[in-house]
């Protein structure tokens, strides 16, 4: 075999060139589940905001006495949700005062954000998926009194005095009376209320008190520890509902609630997806 010797070229010859790939090679290592991640993010909303009414539950049993006994001496009971029993305060009516329970209810309307747009929402439709939930959408529950109650105050020889029942002294006993609710309050001031017993007149009175009056005297529930408040139940994820689309279901949590303006019954609920997506 002869190994020809390399010829020259003629004048403004150039070599055939062969494109090459200069881009630095990678390896592109995905698990399966980020993948089923990154589609599900392509396919539902990143928020959504669902306009709610608020629906007091009214009290059942408003045939309910309460006594108290003064140094032995019984007074003439009262009527604990009459109104005429209470001893007038400034902040608030009594009827305002005696809800078992807040109801939080889809109206059928609001808006969600999708790749930084915004789309509405027409009952439980938007443009690529469904949303479900269950009715009502959250169930706030107040404490109220479940029976007739009667309170002894005795003073000791110390000078103390004693209230039974629990068998303490010197201190207020404060009952749960029912939740505190009226339209366009604002929903930090929605509460559990209480009540203690006094006397007027030699007959049983009743005095009403909010938690979060700084007014509010020493006191001892005899009841379990309150649930959170209507708004913190809501930021904590208390409204939950799922969207569908696809054929597939991802959970949305409650993570804030503000007053519509000018709509003193509604609120704006909003929603996140259920922990993070790509």
């Not at 706030?140 to 002294?169: C, D, I, M, N």
């Amino acid at each position: 075999m002869r190994i020809l010797p390399i010829m020259p070229r003629s004048s403004g010859y150039e070599p055939q060139a062969i494109d090459l790939n200069q881009e630095e090679a990678t390896l592109d290592i995905t698990h399966p589940a980020l993948c089923v991640l990154e589609e599900e993010s392509k396919l539902f909303a990143e928020s959504l905001v669902l306009r709610c009414s608020l629906k007091p539950l009214p009290l059942q049993n408003q045939a309910l006495k309460v006594q108290l006994i003064l140094e032995g001496d019984p007074l003439e009971s009262a009527l604990l949700y009459d109104t005429s029993s209470l001893i007038p305060t400034g902040h608030f009516q009594g009827l305002e005062c005696q809800w078992e329970g807040l109801s939080l209810q889809y109206e059928g309307s609001g808006y969600g954000t999708f790749q930084g747009k915004t789309f509405p929402l027409s009952g439980n439709s938007f443009p690529f998926g469904q949303i479900q939930m269950r009715n009502p959408l959250y169930l706030k529950p107040f404490h109220v009194e479940q029976e007739a109650y009667q309170e002894r105050r005795t003073t000791l020889p110390t000078g103390q005095v004693l209230t039974s029942p629990p068998g303490v002294t010197d201190t207020v006993i404060l009952r749960r009376y029912g939740g505190y609710y009226k339209k366009g309050i604002p929903l930090s001031e929605i509460q559990q209320i209480y009540y203690s017993l006094t006397s007027s007149h030699g007959k049983t009175r009743v005095r009403l008190y909010k938690a979060t009056d700084p007014h509010t005297p020493q006191r001892l529930y005899p009841q379990e520890e309150e649930s959170p408040s209507f708004g913190g139940a809501i930021a904590s994820g208390s409204a939950p509902i799922s969207v569908v689309s696809n054929g597939l279901s991802l959970g949305f949590s409650s993570y804030l609630c503000e007053p519509v303006p000018g709509q003193p019954n509604l609120i704006n609920v909003h929603f996140r997806p259920k922990g993070d997506l790509p």
